[in-house]
């Protein structure tokens, strides 16, 4: 612990060293947003560089900038990916406020102060590693099921990251569970980012504006789960124009509007999906009971309140269905609501205030009879108040802070009966309510032109507060090993002996963290580097979930007096590379990480209304190591990737598998993913994507027996065994009518409308990939048998997109 | 009141559009081990046990009876028969509020077990059918339906049912239906009225509604196979062992229970 303390200590004093050296240089700043030129929208992550020396800074997610530099005459710099860049002169003599609009390269753009694009060598030089950011405009010409654009299987594409099953959203980072990745929406925590039993993810291409995923080295910034973060922010809307875009598909369709409130200075956007599959189902003997849709909607608005404030307010929400006729039905949805202040204190000082709401809730009917009925529901609320600020000392220097407070209210089950005859007493587990805080640092300097580091810490506290019944176990543990009974003479037992109430509002269980955070890395050359990186992280609710695939089943729970918070250290090393004045981007990169407390499911255990849900889960262990190869070409008529993924991920638990390491169920020792787009003509574009992977592991029946007059089987250990490698190629061709020019129309002043077409094919050659093995007998010949369940075989589609 | 949750109907329902295959797969050799299916009963002179083994899971040979073991029930002697059955002397009757304590010896190892022969709830014989047309999953015919009282927080028991029809043979087997009940989000202390879920008949069918207490390792173990046996699917829970409450490596389930049965017939 004093070895921790130590490192805090240390950390404050270097930022601190660093202010004082600030102030004594008497230097100047140039500050201000860089924004899209078309639609007024902020531009993150865009580059200022000082030609002279060789220097620069980005700007942060707000689009804001701020360059500190001694007193002169300077060439700056202003660039953004796939945008022309902007020259200025500035002279540093006095401090400066520029906003700067960049325009995207179109190719008859020739203005004076616009030059060409070049590729950057940003991926090389960044002081980050394990994080990549994908242009939403490249993720649209993936092919992807049913032909709905999603980032969460564009990411999927991606070295480290791969789909928890065939056509899934749910996803798993270098050997992480699936609730191990933190998915954030304009700052608001998506507990289930599913849609369709995962089929579908909660985002809206056209309401994106830019999102990035963290598998290692994650900033101190972010916390609370183990493995990832996947950070997607909302457009604003267009603060110039009126627009509309959308997209009408075989099963479902999407309609954005945005525009100026006022011009210039304040905007929104309003976009919204839903599904109309189920129109389809009473032509199906076997669906034609079946009712089930999914629809969202994204608003966000933004205003200007002065020069140095500005205020956001965004929302999401989302809801799932799915019933057969009256007799059962289940579905979820998502909500949420983030409100963020912007201030400038100074041209260096920029905060952000957050208030931001969360809930996620499912629910599941059952009507069998008149007399047999209920409906079960459950819900997890948080409410977050969070602040975050970010000194920018000079462009070797920046300096991150802030901290937050989230209170949870988890809601594990209601039950109630539906009609009054039903024999089914309305009954309620006990709420839970949780505080969790967090306060960090986060400072990123270069030491040379060649050496760059960004370190940082994250203190995390989570508190249980009341009124809360605590049962008392035998052993003082829920679950004890049972030397008796058990297929291989050990069991998990648990047993009840007694429990303690804790009063409403008392804090009665404290967990908390230390989180260090460290990214260095060293610039071999103008187009090489070697990057090294550590990162603890701390998760403190835990997804409940036994199925692959989302139902709506599965639900949270926090840490308490007998679940543990999850850790996880993760270390990795990685070697970058351009080529061809950066047009190629190579980068390799090994991991290691190692988890303890990971939440395991007992065999055969009763989650469902579980007043007692610490008997069923067991703490476990975990480590997972790997390489993954990287090559991209973003620039081009071609462009696309290459990823290769060797890895190994395994699980340990007591009572499990005797207590052995044993393969974690998406653990795929070979991932290897192509992705090339390649542009036909000026209005004909062909892309296609190739998935090659070792099969999931699962659980074998290695022998069967008869009881009760019944066949069943006798299972070997937990994930011995491995279904057929896994290969799938998708194919999408998309065609660009004609922009053709229209009278005003209501809002819409200059009216150009552009049209495309987008038709794709799903896993083209129709391979039958396992989603599930599962072991049988067959109920006409008697004979036992394996049998393979597949979701999908070819499937085409067209989507028809608009913009005007 | 669990198992009458159907949850794996989804599966069905929304994976009816995905297909299966049949697959080979490599499976690891496995050493057979004892199988133990065991019961105490109230009803006089149906209390047994039954001893085999366990095939390797693709094998074409029927599960192999034990026949050469020990077996014992507390100070009970149970006699080898047939079939791997062994049973005690004539006239045994499980007694209520008793603990039953198995013990088998087989091929030099001792296999044991402990069930409770707990009381049965209290079921009203006034049985009720109500005829209904057809709706939803349930074909047309008569229901039946009775009511049930738990006494206390912690009672368990199970249902099966079987029927005969005038146009049909008498069922072997019971497991038409296998209803857990607990008494956890149940009132208790009084009348509940129950229909048997989906259950509809034709007039002058005999049906037999078959009621047996059990403790609490018999209703997870009743759970388990009601679960495993409606098949796995994408969104069943992952695949796990039937509990088992013998020592020493056995699967199976030694049960003690008191047993009522209703035989009636569906008048017109």
Redesign the interface.
């Known amino acids: 612990m004093n070895f921790k303390i130590h490192i805090l200590i240390i950390l404050l004093f270097g930022t601190s060293v660093v202010f004082a050296q600030q102030k004594r240089e008497g230097k100047h700043t140039l500050s201000g947003n860089i924004k899209d030129a078309k639609t007024g929208e902020d531009l993150i992550g865009a580059s200022i560089y000082v030609e002279e020396l060789k220097t620069g800074t980005i700007t942060n997610t707000y689009g804001f900038y701020s360059l500190s530099l001694p007193k002169g005459n300077y060439s700056i710099i202003f660039s953004y990916t796939g945008y022309g860049l902007v020259k200025k002169q500035i002279d540093f003599s006095e401090d400066h406020k520029l906003n700067i609009e960049l325009a995207e390269i179109k190719r008859e753009l020739k203005e004076v102060e616009v030059n060409a694009d070049k590729p950057d060598n940003k991926n090389v030089s960044q002081t980050k590693m394990s994080v990549i950011k994908l242009d939403i405009k490249e993720v649209k010409k993936i092919p992807i099921l049913l032909g709905e654009v999603d980032i969460v299987k564009a990411i999927q594409l991606l070295p480290g990251i791969q789909a928890a ?1 065939d056509g899934n959203t749910l996803y798993t980072v270098r050997g992480g569970n699936i609730d191990h990745n933190l998915v954030l929406l304009d700052e608001a925590v998506v507990y289930n980012p599913s849609h369709v ?1 995962g089929f579908f993810s909660v985002f809206n291409g056209d309401a994106i504006k830019d999102f990035e995923i963290y598998k290692g080295g994650i900033p101190a910034e972010y916390g609370g789960r183990l493995a990832s973060v996947l950070d997607v922010h909302l457009k604003e809307g267009n603060s110039k124009e009126y627009t509309a875009n959308g997209g009408i598909g075989i099963l479902s369709s999407r309609f954005t509007f945005e525009g100026p409130i006022e011009k210039n200075k304040s905007s929104f956007i309003v976009s919204a999906r839903r599904s109309y599959y189920d129109l389809f189902f009473p032509f ?1 003997k ?2 034609k ?2 009712t089930t849709y999914f629809g969202d909607l994204n608003i966000k608005t933004n205003f200007k309140l002065g020069e140095k404030d500005k205020l956001y307010i965004s929302g999401y929400m989302g809801r799932d269905k ?1 019933g ?5 039905g ?1 579905g979820w949805g998502n909500y949420t609501a983030t409100a963020r202040w912007n201030h400038m204190f100074s041209s260096k000082l920029f905060s952000n205030t957050s208030f931001v709401f969360t809930n996620y809730d499912y629910n599941f009917d ?1 009507n ?5 009925n209920f409906t079960r529901t459950n819900q997890i609320t948080d409410y977050t108040l969070k602040t975050d600020l970010n000194y920018f000392f000079s462009p070797k220097s920046n300096l991150k802070f802030g901290g937050s407070a989230t209170y949870h209210i988890l809601d594990p089950g209601k ?1 109630k009966p539906i009609t009054s ?1 039903s ?3 309305p ?1 309620a587990l006990p709420t839970k309510y949780a505080l969790d805080y967090a306060a960090y640092v986060n400072h990123k300097y270069n030491f040379s032109s060649r050496l760059s580091a960004e370190y940082g810490m994250r203190v995390s506290i989570f508190q249980n507060i009341g009124s809360s019944t605590v049962n008392q176990y035998q052993n003082g543990t829920p679950n004890y090993l049972d030397k ?6 050990e069991i998990l037992i648990s047993n009840i002996i007694g429990s303690s109430y804790y009063n409403s509002g008392s804090i009665y269980n404290t967990n908390y963290g230390l989180e260090p955070r460290l990214n260095i890395t060293y610039l071999v050359s103008d187009e090489s580097s070697v990057k090294v990186s550590y990162n603890r992280t701390f998760q403190y609710l835990h997804l409940i979930q ?4 989302s ?1 709506g ?1 599965e639900f949270w729970t926090p840490t308490d007096t007998y679940i543990k918070p999850q850790m996880a250290d993760q270390v990795a090393l990685g070697y970058f590379r351009n080529f061809m004045e950066n047009a190629i981007e190579f980068s390799v990169e090994g991991y290691y990480k190692w988890m303890t407390n990971t939440v395991e ?1 007992k ?7 579980n007043n007692h849900i610490e008997t069923e889960i067991v703490e476990g262990k975990g480590r997972s190591y790997g390489l993954e190869f990287f090559v991209r070409k973003q620039r081009g008529k071609t462009t696309g990737w290459l990823s290769y993924t060797i890895s190994k991920s395994e699980r340990q638990a007591e009572g499990v598998n005797n207590g052995d390491w044993y393969a974690y169920r998406f653990d795929r020792t070979h991932y290897l993913t192509f992705v090339v787009s390649h542009e036909l003509s000026k209005r004909v574009n062909v892309s296609a994507n190739f998935i090659y992977a070792t099969g999931d592991s ?13 066949q ?5 250990d ?1 994930n ?2 491995r279904v ?1 490698n896994y290969n799938r190629l998708d194919l999408s061709v998309t065609l660009l009518q004609k922009k053709t020019e229209a009278k005003p129309l209501w809002l819409f002043e200059k009216r150009k409308f552009e049209g495309s077409w987008v038709f794709s094919v799903f896993n083209l050659y129709n391979q ?1 990939n ?7 007998t067959n109920p006409d010949t008697g ?11 070819i499937v085409p589609s067209v989507t028809y997109n608009f913009k005007f | 009141m669990k198992n009458i949750i159907l949850y794996s109907l989804f599966a069905f329902i929304i994976f009816a559009s995905s297909c299966t295959e049949v697959i080979q797969v490599d499976i690891p050799a496995s050493a057979d081990r004892l199988v133990v299916e065991g019961y105490v009963s109230t009803e006089k002179d149906s209390s047994y046990v039954q001893l085999s083994k366990t095939v390797s899971y693709f094998s074409t040979s029927v599960n192999p009876f034990v026949n050469n073991a020990f077996v014992k029930v507390n100070n009970d002697t149970f006699f080898y028969t047939t079939n791997g059955i062994y049973r005690p002397h004539a006239g045994y009757t499980g007694i209520v509020n008793t603990p039953y304590y198995l013990t088998v010896n087989y091929s030099g190892k001792t296999y044991s077990s402990l069930s409770i022969l707990n009381p049965l709830i209290k079921i009203d014989s006034t049985f009720k059918f109500i005829y209904h047309e057809k709706e939803l999953i349930a074909e047309a015919g008569y229901s039946v339906s009775f009511n049930f009282m738990f006494h206390d927080a912690n009672q368990y028991t199970y249902f099966r049912d079987g029927f005969n029809s005038p146009k049909s043979l008498w069922r072997d087997s019971l497991y038409s239906q296998l209803v857990t009940f607990d008494s956890k989000s149940t009132k208790y202390n009084e009348l509940i009225p129950f229909d048997v879920p989906l259950l509809r008949l034709n007039a002058n069918d005999t049906v037999l509604l078959m009621f047996r207490s059990c403790d609490l390792n018999a209703f997870n173990y009743y759970n388990a196979l009601s679960d495993m046996s409606r098949g796995g699917s994408p969104f069943s829970n992952p695949p796990a062992n039937l509990p088992t409450n013998i020592t020493g490596g056995a699967v199976g389930l030694f049960a003690a229970q008191e047993v009522r049965h209703f035989r009636i017939r569906i008048a017109p």
Not at chain 1, 324 to 328: F, I, P, T
Not at chain 1, 546 to 549: K, P, S, Y
Not at chain 1, 698 to 710: D, K, M, R
């Open positions: 099953g039993v199906s076997d669906l009971d079946v799915i057969l006729s009256s007799l059962l289940f059952l069998i009879a008149k007399n047999l039950i005859e024999a089914i007493t009954d008796n009974y058990g297929l291989n003479g036994t199925t692959a695939a139902t089943q499911i065999d055969g255990a009763d989650l469902q209304f699962y659980t074998p029946a290695i022998g069967s027996y008869v009881v009760n007059g019944l069943v089987p006798l299972y070997g937990r011995s065994a057929p039958h396992p989603y599930t093995i599962n072991f049988k004979a036992n048998e394996a049998v393979k369940t597949y979701l999908f075989g």
